[in-house]
């Protein structure tokens, strides 16, 4: 067991060595050795409090940030996003217009056979439009 006895928030983060010898009790030749490296690290409760105070500055940093940004970027946000892209509306049109075709087994209509859809067909124009 090893122990820290004098703990101070300054030697938080200090590297510490220990050599540990391992021999037999009737002779001094050592049979082996091993460094170990120790850190000096806060409780969880100090660790807990730092967390919070790191998040309040991160939190007022990132207002100040968002603000800041937000007064400057403005006009150049709106710009940027100016509505849906042109795939998009491709998109929508050709699914209603797959909506506005004629189903399968639809007898009285002018429109080519090889034009009429499928129930299931019908659906995924459908599901993608909505």
Known sequence: VIRHRDVRASYYGVIDKFR???SEQSQRKA???KEIIATL???AKEQQQQKEEEEKRIKE???ESVFFEQTLC???NRTASS????LTVFL???CIAALMLPT???MESLVPLYLHLSVNQKLVAAYVLG
């Open 20 to 22: 540990l010898q391992v």
């Open 31 to 33: 049979l082996g050795k």
């Open 41 to 43: 690290l806060p409780s």
């Open 61 to 63: 940093h990132l207002a």
């Open 74 to 76: 403005q006009p150049e």
């Open 83 to 86: 509505g849906p892209s042109l």
């Open 92 to 94: 929508g049109v050709v």
């Open 104 to 106: 399968l087994g639809e």
